[in-house]
């Protein structure tokens, strides 16, 4: 059993930065890979992003080029860095691993 909390977001500005944290309950690198996804409002959930089981950071599309995926290994942590960011970006995230998803956390991105 694992267990995600997930910490951060908030309100931002159109080109701001937010962080969002997710804690594991135990060391769960290497046993599965990482995702972050995110729902809209009268949306489909959707993935954001992913840190592979060997580490490789993979993006949708949309999020290319101005989110970031990293991890602490000694502090069982994930994170999702999110700079440039976007009317459109608002949503609430959530991370995952395999079964075990976090609380989710909102991001409002508004002038």
């Known amino acids: 059993q694992v267990q995600l909390v997930q910490s951060g977001g908030g309100l931002a500005q159109p080109g701001g930065s937010l962080r969002l944290s997710c804690a594991a309950s135990?060391?769960?690198?290497?046993?599965?890979?990482l995702d972050w996804w995110r729902q809209a409002p009268g949306k489909l959930r959707e993935w954001v992003a992913e840190?592979?089981?060997?580490?490789?950071?993979v993006y949708a599309d949309s999020v290319k080029g101005r989110f970031t995926i990293s991890r602490d290994n000694a502090k069982n942590m994930v994170y999702l860095q999110l700079d440039s960011l976007k009317p459109e970006d608002t949503a609430v995230y959530f991370c995952?691993?395999?079964?075990?998803w976090g609380q989710g956390t909102q991001v409002t991105v508004d002038s």
């Open positions: 995952a691993a395999a079964q075990y």
């Open positions: 135990r060391d769960i690198f290497g046993i599965y890979a």
């Open positions: 840190l592979t089981m060997e580490g490789a950071a």
